[in-house]
C-alpha cells in the first residue's frame, strides 16, 4: 500500500486543542485515517546558521510528522512576503493590497527549494505526495528537479482567481508552467478551476482537452474541482453534548436579547466584516423593533498580525463595533459582541446551535468550512437560517441559504431580516436541503476523490 505524504506550509500542532485554521481541521482528519506523514514548517523562527539543524520527526496523536524551521529572513520574504502580502491579496481579488518585490519571490523560490530538498529524501517508491496551498505552488518542480518521480497532487484552498488578477503577478508564467510539474491540480470550485484552465489557453498558449486535462508547456495536467467539506457527525454531536446545552442556557439567561446572529472568522480582510457590522447596524434602523432583542456576536481570532493590512481592520471593526454600540446600545444591551480570541471548537460548536442565523459574507472566500459546520449544528426541528456571500466557494454548493452581496449592505441587512423572522416550516426546508449537501460533500468525500484521483492519473503527465 502506498503511503500518504503531506506537505504544507505550516504544520499544526497537533496537542493543541484550540485551532482555528481550516486547513489544520481538515488534514488533521484525513491524516488519522491512514498511514501517512505530515511534512511542513515547525513554527519557528531561527537564526541563519541554526537552520542546519534539519528535520524534526515527531508522533502526535497517531500522525507523524517531518518539521523543519524557517530562517527570520525567510519567514520574512517567503510567508509574509510572497506568500501573505503579494499571492494571498491578489488570489482573493485585492490588487489594492498586493506587495510584490523581487526579494519576496527570490525568498519564496528558496524556501520551496529548500523544503523539496528535505521533503526529497523522506519519499519512498510508490508514496502519493498531496502539496497544499499557495505557499508551495513550486514544490513539484523543486521535487522532481530532485528526482522524484512519484505521482503529486495538490489542492489550493484559496479562489484561483481570473487571469486579469492572476497576470498581476511578476514572473506569473514562472509560477503557471511550475504547476504543470503536478499529476493533478485540485480546485475548490468548478469557477476556479475554469479560470485555471482559461488562464492556461489565453496566456501560455495552452489547450483545454477531454477530461479536465490541460496541455501547456509541452506538459499535461488534471485541472478539477474538488470542494472541501468538514465531518458532519462530530460537529453535530459537538454542538448537542450536555457542556453545549449548558453553554446556550448561560448565553441566553445572561443575555437581554433572545436571538443571535453568529460570525465566526479568522480576522482577515478577505471575511468582510466591516461590511457585516454595517448590516447589522442597516438592520436595526431599518427595523427598530428588533432593538434589544437581536445581537450580533462576532468572534474574530487575530492573525498574521506582521502583516500592516491585518492591524488595520482590526482597528476599523473596534471602531465600528463601539460606534454601533454607543449609538444603539442600552445599559441592558449590548448590540454587537466582539470577541477578538480563538474559542474552543466545543463552545463555538454550541454556539453555532444557539445562534438563529449564522452570517457568513467573506468579500472572497475558496470554500468557507464555517458555512457547512453552521448547517451540520443545527437542530433538525428548529434550525437556524444560514446567510452566505455569494463570493464564497461554498455557494456554488449550498443554494438553499440566503445568498447575499457582501458588497450590497441593504439586501444584506434584508437578508437578515429574513432570516430571523422566517416561519419554522421554510427553515426546515432550507435545512433539509443544505445538510444533504453538507453530508454528501462531506471532508472523507473530499479525500477520498482527490487521492483516488491522483492514484488514477496517467503517470504520461508527469512526462
Ligand atoms: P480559512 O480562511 O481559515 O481557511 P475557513 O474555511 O472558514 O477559513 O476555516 C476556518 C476554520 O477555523 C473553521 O473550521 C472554523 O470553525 C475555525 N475557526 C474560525 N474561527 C475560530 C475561532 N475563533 N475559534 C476556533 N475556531 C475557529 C482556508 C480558506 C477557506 C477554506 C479553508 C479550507 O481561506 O476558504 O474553506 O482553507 O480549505
Redesign the pocket.
Known amino acids: 500500500m502506498s503511503r500518504l505524504i503531506v506537505a504544507s506550509n505550516r504544520v499544526a500542532d497537533l496537542d493543541k486543542a ?9 488534514l488533521e482528519d484525513a491524516l488519522q485515517s491512514g498511514r501517512g506523514l505530515w511534512f511542513g514548517w515547525d513554527g519557528a523562527t531561527v537564526e541563519e546558521d541554526e537552520a542546519s539543524l534539519g528535520i524534526k520527526l515527531q508522533q502526535n496523536n497517531g500522525i507523524r510528522t517531518a518539521t523543519i524551521p524557517l530562517t527570520r529572513r525567510e519567514y520574512e520574504e517567503y510567508y509574509l512576503g510572497f506568500s501573505n502580502r503579494a499571492l494571498w491579496p491578489t488570489f482573493h481579488y485585492r490588487l489594492d493590497l498586493a506587495v510584490y518585490e523581487h526579494s519576496f519571490l527570490e525568498g519564496y523560490r528558496r524556501v520551496n527549494q529548500r523544503f523539496a530538498q528535505s521533503l526529497a529524501a523522506l519519499i519512498e517508491p510508490d508514496d502519493l505526495i498531496w502539496v497544499h ?1 499557495y505557499h508551495l505552488i513550486p514544490l513539484a518542480e523543486e521535487l522532481r528537479l530532485q528526482g522524484v518521480k512519484e505521482k503529486i497532487g495538490f ?1 489550493l ?3 484561483f482567481p481570473s487571469p486579469d488578477f492572476f497576470t498581476a503577478i511578476p514572473e506569473h508564467a514562472w509560477l503557471a508552467k511550475s504547476m504543470f510539474d503536478y499529476d493533478i491540480l485540485g480546485f ?1 470550485t468548478s469557477t476556479d478551476a475554469a479560470n485555471f484552465v482559461r488562464y492556461v489557453v489565453e496566456h501560455a498558449d495552452g489547450e483545454a482537452l477531454s477530461d479536465d486535462r490541460v496541455r501547456a508547456f509541452g506538459k499535461t495536467v488534471i485541472a478539477r474541482a474538488f470542494p ?1 467539506g ?1 465531518d458532519p457527525d462530530s460537529v453535530y454531536e459537538m454542538a448537542h453534548t450536555p457542556e453545549a446545552d449548558a453553554h446556550m442556557a448561560r448565553l441566553q439567561r445572561r443575555s437581554m436579547a433572545n436571538m443571535f446572529v453568529l460570525g ?3 480576522l ?1 480582510y ?2 468582510g466584516l466591516p461590511g457585516r457590522m454595517r448590516a447589522f447596524k442597516r438592520l436595526l434602523e431599518l427595523h427598530p423593533e428588533l432593538m434589544k432583542r437581536v445581537t450580533l456576536m462576532q ?3 487575530p ?1 498574521r498580525e506582521e502583516v500592516e493590512a491585518y492591524t488595520d481592520i482590526r482597528q476599523e471593526l473596534e471602531g465600528l463595533s463601539g460606534s454601533i454600540n454607543g449609538e444603539f446600545g442600552d445599559f441592558d444591551w449590548t448590540p454587537v459582541r466582539y ?1 477578538h ?5 466545543a ?2 460548536s454550541a454556539l453555532f446551535r444557539a445562534s438563529q442565523v449564522g452570517l ?1 459574507t ?1 468579500l472572497r ?7 457547512k ?1 453552521y448547517v451540520a449544528s443545527q437542530d433538525p426541528e428548529n434550525p437556524g437560517v444560514l446567510v452566505l456571500s455569494k463570493f ?3 455557494a456554488e454548493d449550498l443554494q438553499e441559504a440566503i445568498i447575499v452581496n457582501p458588497y450590497d449592505t441593504d439586501e444584506m441587512a434584508d437578508g437578515l431580516h429574513r432570516a430571523l423572522t422566517m416561519p419554522v416550516e421554510e427553515r426546515r426546508e432550507r435545512y433539509d436541503a443544505l445538510i444533504v449537501r453538507v453530508r454528501t460533500n462531506n471532508v472523507a468525500t473530499w479525500r477520498e476523490t482527490f487521492l483516488a484521483a491522483l492514484k488514477a492519473a496517467p503517470s504520461e503527465t508527469t512526462s
Open positions: 484550540v485551532q482555528s485554521g481550516g486547513l489544520a481541521v481538515a496551498d489542492f484552498h484559496i479562489p475548490q472541501i468538514i465566526v472568522d479568522r482577515d478577505t471575511k468572534i474574530a481570532p492573525t470577541i480570541r480563538a474559542i474552543p471548537r463552545t463555538l457568513v467573506p472566500d475558496g470554500m468557507n468550512l464555517v458555512a459546520e464564497a466557494g461554498a
